[in-house]
C-alpha cells in the first residue's frame, strides 16, 4: 500500500500542495479552517511526514547522530539515554552508530551520518582510531561535532572529558 503524500491530500481538497505543506507545518499564512481541513484529511488518509523529502529545504535533518564504541557498555549507554532525552525534548531525534572499537567502522559511522544530513556529531572514539581525518568531512560540512570521553585534543569542536584521575581520588 502506497503511503499519502502532500500531493494526494491536495488533490483531495482542491488545494495547492504548497499549500498543503504550509497547513502542515502551522504557517501563520493558512486560514485555521484550512489548517484543520489538512490536518484532519492527512490524519483520515495516514499520512506521515517525510522527514528526509524536506531535508534538503532546510539543509540538514532535525537528527543528531551518536556514535559509540559498545552500546551494551553501562557508560555508552547511560550517555545514549541521557542525550535522546535532552535531543528529543529539543525537537531532534537521534541515529546511534557503533563502531565495535574499529576504526574502519568509525569512518563508516561519519559518512552515514552525513549522508543523512545530520545536524551534529556525538562521538566515542574506537580505540583503534589514530588517523582524525575522517573528522574533517564533518567539521567541514558545518556539522556540529561533539567528542566525548575519548577525545583528539588537536580537533577544534566540543569535547567533554572525565577527570578520572580526581574522580577516583
Known sequence: MRK?????IAK???LTPSTVSRALNGSSLVKQ????????KAKDMGYVRNVMASNPRKGVAQTVGIIV???NRQFFSNVISG?????NGA??????CQTE????K??????????????????????????????SKALNSNVRLVQFDRVFYNIPDVKIVNDNYHGAY
Do not use: C, F, M
Open 91 to 96: 525537537g531532534y531525534n537521534v541515529l546511534i
Open 69 to 71: 564504541p559498545r552500546i
Open 101 to 104: 572499537e574499529r576504526y574502519e
Open 12 to 14: 483531495e481538497l482542491n
Open 83 to 87: 542525550a535522546e532525552s535532552v535531543l
Open 33 to 40: 479552517e484550512t489548517k484543520e481541513a489538512v490536518e484532519a
Open 4 to 8: 499519502a503524500t502532500i500531493t494526494d
Open 106 to 135: 568509525e569512518v563508516y559511522a561519519i559518512d552515514t551520518l552525513l549522508w543523512n544530513q545530520v545536524a551534529g556529531i556525538l562521538i566515542s572514539h574506537s580505540i583503534e582510531t589514530s588517523d582524525t581525518s575522517h573528522l
